[in-house]
């Protein structure tokens, strides 16, 4: 359960870089999506590795999840959140 890549593993993208180098340095939940192969795992190893190193790096593949509850789904969500009208 080891994160494979950092930063440095990351051939160009520095925009991008820095912005998830300064994501890194907070105490949020970072959720990456986009399409297969654009290297959401890279980064999200990259990130856990510059804010989280030597603890666990869980992977979730949720391709079975609906877009519109995989935030709950990952992170929760308050009482009453999915009230109906």
Do not use: W
Request: hydrophobic fraction near 35%; include cysteine.
């Amino acid at each position: 359960m080891r994160a494979p890549f950092t930063f440095d593993d990351i051939i160009g993208y520095e925009e991008v870089k820095e912005e998830a180098r300064r994501l890194a340095r907070t105490e949020e939940n970072i959720l990456t999506i986009g399409e297969s192969g654009v290297g959401k795992r890279l980064f999200a190893s990259a990130i856990h590795n510059e804010s989280r190193k030597g603890k666990p790096f869980v992977t979730v593949h949720c391709p079975n999840i609906p877009q519109t509850l995989v935030e709950s789904e990952l992170f929760g969500h308050k009482e009453g959140g999915f009230n109906e009208i």
